[in-house]
């Protein structure tokens, strides 16, 4: 295989938006990443909750060689494609019915919610937003304004007007800033990610539409992260019973290829005309089709079954790291999403895995972030945890 590899020094080609580490990755397979010595690291961020089906899955191998048959990677949506189509067509299958937006990342999907729910409420006064400490919804400047990091903010203003804020299973807090004349859409993540894995419950959801519906504002789910079946559900929001009137997606929809996508139920759909929003990438015929292998795999019950297994083995094995009294308070999360609270800070602990070749990423100051592929090994799962009392002992 040709070498894909810079060299150290070409470090600084790269904008500083990032602080990586030393290592330098070259391959992967399954849940393990290689690095360019040889060693290997097991990886549980999966590139923050992108990579659902490992690395180098046969399902995508095989469905990005079938789509290069095609010779089509790209076409734009200025023409028709089957499988931008076909997998429209299925995510409505598997959510609700309506019609879906392609686009190429989760911020671009989230600001295509904003504008679609605007386009729906009609415009003028009724544009604001309400999100939830804690959210985390992207760093453009629509989502960046509705995303509880004011510190992401503060270099950037003004962001996007209108963005009014409310406390997660506080509904009252949610009636104090929602007003029918004014909000367009109120904006929620199932599960908060970067706010530290925090399931909300089920009733605030339920508590939510119907707050929604009272007011006549749009009730917006962000899954970006928490949705495709990490959580064992397909979507996090399924337990609730309650439909959105748009769902937002992206990170491991294409199995690591960008892609973001937006279902919008019938009502809001029907208010969007041609020219309203636009992207020249979304939902190429290459992206589409890998896409569609990807959610015919993590769709299908048994694999769901498979989520379900590994993560109750992930809780076993994170119920035994709490009780060995290294540092680990407590857990919270859902399915293969889990946050480990510390009492101490969480980046010295990230750093001390690594020494243990394993990946993890952080989720808040004092939060160790657990986002395994999907299809991990169970033995993989013990082994990781092993590391991980490790790291935690190391740095104690
Ligand atoms: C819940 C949620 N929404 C939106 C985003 C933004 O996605 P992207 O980084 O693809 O723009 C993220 C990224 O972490 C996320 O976790």
Not at 150 to 169: H, K, L, N, Q, T
Not at 340 to 348: D, F, H, I, Q
């Amino acid at each position: 295989m040709p070498s894909l590899t810079g060299t150290r020094s070409t470090r600084d080609a790269l904008l500083g938006v990032y602080a990586p580490p030393n290592e330098m990755f070259v391959s992967g397979e399954g849940s393990w990443l290689v690095e360019e010595s040889g060693r290997r690291f097991l990886d549980f961020t999966a590139g923050i909750a992108v990579n659902a089906l490992g690395y180098d899955a046969p399902v995508i191998r095989r469905a990005v060689e079938e789509a290069l048959a095609t010779g089509m990677i790209h076409t734009s949506n200025l023409f028709r494609t089957e499988p931008a189509e076909a997998l429209a067509a299925e995510l409505v299958e598997h959510t609700f019915p309506g019609r879906v937006f392609f686009c190429n990342s989760g911020a671009e999907a989230g600001e295509a919610t904003f504008k679609f729910a605007r386009r729906w409420a009609g415009g003028g006064a009724k544009h604001e937003i309400v999100a939830f400490r804690g959210s985390f919804h992207g760093r453009l400047f629509g989502t960046l304004a509705a995303t509880d990091r004011p510190a992401y903010r503060a270099p950037f203003e003004p962001v996007m007007p209108g963005v009014r804020w409310a406390e997660v299973g506080d509904i009252e807090s949610v009636r104090a800033v929602v007003d029918r004349a004014t909000t367009a859409a109120v904006v929620i993540e199932p599960v908060q990610g970067e706010g530290g894995i925090r399931p909300v419950p089920d009733d605030f959801l339920r508590a939510l539409r119907a707050l929604c519906d009272e007011h006549e504002v749009a009730l917006i789910f962000d899954e970006i992260q928490c949705g495709f079946g990490r959580t064992g559900d397909l979507f996090a929001f399924e337990s609730s019973g309650v439909t959105p009137d748009m769902l937002s997606l992206a990170k491991p929809i294409a199995g690591g290829f960008p892609m973001g996508a937006v279902v919008l139920a019938p009502h809001v759909a029907d208010t969007i005309a041609p020219g309203d929003h636009a992207t020249t990438f979304g939902g190429g015929p290459l992206v589409a089709h890998v896409a569609r292998a990807v959610l015919r795999t993590v769709a299908a019950p048994a694999f769901l079954d498979g989520v379900r297994e590994r993560a109750a083995r992930l809780d076993a094995a994170l119920h035994e790291l709490v009780a060995a009294g290294v540092g680990a308070t407590t857990v919270r999360g859902r399915g293969l999403m889990k946050g480990v609270v510390l009492n101490r800070p969480a980046a010295p602990v990230v750093a001390a895995a690594r020494d243990e070749e394993l990946l993890v990423c952080g989720a808040g100051p004092d939060v160790v972030r657990l986002l395994p592929p999907l299809n991990v090994e169970l033995a993989e799962i013990d082994e990781g945890i092993a590391r991980l009392q490790r790291a935690l002992e190391a740095s104690s």
